[in-house]
């Protein structure tokens, strides 16, 4: 095929996928892809439920049906599309759909119990999972690790304060503390001990070998304070966690606008005595409608919930994509969407302000509604977004104060985490409680390469921190010249990322960074012509880059491919090709697979527009439509001194 027919056949692709892009939007203005997780949210929902004493036989059948839908041929649940079965998601399912009265012995449940009791059954399941089950009797307390809520007392500058844990981690802490002090025991109707292997619980070891083991130690002590804990430093405790939880909710009910701190903190309050139908818990049962879908399936009506909605780094990669497709800055599509982001702007200060004393208030969150926690990849992505739309004063305000904001986020090392500054206290993964996710912020290659390349985009690839943040990553380059994703998978996603940034602020595409990116990204193209990488990639290096080909990684691939200057290589051309042979007649692409990372190596999500707007961005560059590029980038001088 010759490079003028597969172009012109990349330029109707392109206008077919613009086409579909352009009839999602909301008459608001924003955009909104499904946020794909798994099982485990609507297990944890129907338990939540029985909890507060109000789920309903409706909800528990239609999430149910959802449920067995996702079982695999062995009886277990997956954490990703087509990946292997995990232990605590399994648990989690089984005991959900044996609340929804499945029988024990049907084939399907069987399936599932085997699975269990092989994988090491209840002892072997993660601290999450067993707490859910104490909240039932199911479990004992006392097995749990322990996490007073006198917690809430420590000082910023002491070890394990609430602010020493990323943000999605301190909301979730706080109302736990609250549980474990509470220890309540609501009635389940069903028992779990089949899934008991009677295996013990292993111990500390020597308290000197290792911080592990003397916080194993320190776990037992803090478990004796727990039966006879001081009254009055015990009740101020208690009352100080609550204030801190409600003075965190957000104004459509929800905590953070993600699942783990929502369900906590209801069930945090209902502990204490606040009934379901107070103000605060009647808000954040009312927000959590917005996180439920529904629609038919095969043995009728189904539902299952979203972690957490992603509508402004949606909406921001929309702006990008349509901008690099051609569209006009002041077509009402990227007006309204203009509009909309900047109405979103968060203008009040929030918790990264106990790090950073004197950020002024600036930056998007990732939500509709979560104005404690802007993030400053979203701010970034929404700048760049910006300057696709209609130029305006507002705009003009509105960036100069992200980047106001992004400046004082920096973190010491010249790079940036998503939500907090120096949030970097690496000692948490060692205590006992810490057994799933990612509990701290630290910076990421990803992000800052997001945010240098906004700052170059807006005529500062000079400044000082910039420059700083462009010696890092090169030093966070991979030996084999990728660049690790934190919040995508994954080394395609950090590569793709950070070879635009690197090359906007000035870095030469000879550089030997570049080249060896390209060369990485070379030896690791499908045969069929795509990019894939596995999300197990995270845990096992032999699927670093590797798997089947997605539409979300052959973008990111070709992006970097184009910013190196090899936009018109073989390597491009296949690439395109593959976008072109795989595009469905609606203008989209199939994409089961997951793509997006919440705590690598735990949690992952299929963003189900990263299929549409990634591809579209990749081939707007790639036939050079793109349009609204923002300031003139300045000639910046490489880290030799040499001229980039």
Not at 414 to 429: C, I, S
Request: glycine fraction near 10%; include cysteine.
């Amino acid at each position: 095929m010759t490079r003028s027919t597969v172009t012109q056949r990349a330029n109707v692709a392109l206008d077919r996928a613009v086409e579909h892009l352009l009839s999602l939007q909301d008459a608001a203005g924003w955009w909104k892809g499904e946020l794909e997780t798994n099982v485990t949210m609507d297990a944890e929902d129907l338990l939540m439920r029985q909890f507060l004493g109000v789920r309903t036989k409706e909800q528990t059948e239609e999430s149910a049906r959802w449920i067995r839908s996702q079982q695999r041929a062995d009886g277990s649940w997956a954490n990703f599309y087509g990946g292997p079965g995990d232990l605590s998601t399994t648990v989690e399912a089984y005991v959900a759909l044996k609340l929804a009265g499945d029988d024990p012995d049907a084939p399907h449940m069987a399936l599932a119990r085997e699975f269990i009791r092989l994988s090491g059954g209840l002892e072997r399941s993660r601290v999450f999972t067993r707490i859910w089950l104490a909240l039932f009797g199911e479990w004992s307390w006392d097995d749990v690790p322990a996490l007073p809520p006198e917690l809430i007392f420590l000082p910023n500058w002491m070890p394990f304060n609430v602010y020493d844990w990323a943000c999605w981690a301190r909301q979730t802490i706080v109302p736990l503390t609250i549980l474990g002090a509470l220890r309540p025991q609501r009635e389940l109707g069903v028992s779990t001990a089949e899934l008991r292997t009677g295996a013990r619980q292993p111990g500390p070891g020597n308290p000197f070998t290792s911080w592990k083991n003397a916080f194993g130690w320190m776990d037992r002590i803090l478990h004796k304070y727990e039966r006879r804990p001081i009254g009055p430093l015990r009740r101020e405790a208690l009352r100080r966690a609550a204030e801190w939880i409600i003075a965190r909710q957000e104004k459509d009910g929800c905590w953070g606008g993600i699942q783990p701190p929502w369900v906590y903190s209801l069930m945090a309050l209902h502990a204490l005595g606040y009934p379901v139908d107070h103000p605060v818990l009647a808000s954040g049962l009312a927000g959590w409608e917005r996180f439920t879908i529904r629609e038919d399936g095969p043995d009728g009506p189904v539902r299952r919930i979203e972690a957490c909605q992603s509508p402004v780094w949606d909406t921001a990669l929309s702006l990008v994509a349509l901008g690099d497709a051609g569209l006009s800055g002041d077509e009402p599509a990227m007006v309204k969407a203009r509009d909309w982001l900047l109405g979103e702007e968060v203008r009040v200060r929030g918790d990264y302000a106990v790090r950073r004393p004197n950020a002024p208030a600036g930056g998007w969150a990732f939500e509709f509604d979560n104005d404690l926690y802007p993030d400053t990849d979203d701010t970034a992505e929404v700048v760049l977004g910006l300057r696709k739309a209609a130029p305006s004063p507002e705009v003009d305000a509105a960036v100069r104060r992200a980047i106001a904001w992004l400046r004082a986020m920096q973190s010491k090392n010249g790079a940036w985490g998503a939500f907090d500054a120096d949030n970097t206290r690496e000692l948490a993964y060692e205590l006992p409680f810490c057994d799933f996710g990612a509990v701290i912020d630290p910076p990421s290659a990803d992000v800052t390469a997001h945010i240098v390349e906004m700052f170059a985009h807006e005529g500062l690839a000079d400044d000082p921190a910039v420059r700083r943040a462009v010696q890092w990553l090169l030093k966070e380059q991979e030996p084999d010249g990728s660049w690790f994703g934190r919040w995508g998978a994954n080394y395609i996603y950090g590569t793709g990322a950070v070879v635009p940034a690197l090359v906007a602020a000035g870095v030469s595409p000879q550089h030997r960074a570049i080249v060896r990116a390209v060369q990485w990204l070379e030896e690791h193209q499908n045969a069929d012509g795509g990019w894939g990488e596995d999300m197990r990639s995270y845990v096992d290096p032999a699927y670093r880059g590797v798997g089947t080909s997605t539409a979300s990684q052959t973008a990111w691939a070709l992006l970097a491919l184009h910013a190196a200057g090899e936009g018109t290589s073989e390597a491009a051309m296949r690439g395109m090709c593959w976008l072109v042979d795989s595009q469905r007649e609606d203008g989209t692409w199939d994409e089961p697979q997951f793509t997006g990372t919440g705590f690598p190596g735990d949690f992952y999500i299929n963003y189900h527009l990263y299929r549409l707007v990634f591809p579209i961005t990749a081939l707007g560059r790639l036939l050079g439509r793109s349009t609204g590029e923002g300031k003139a980038r300045h000639s910046v001088r490489s880290l030799d001194g040499r001229q980039a």
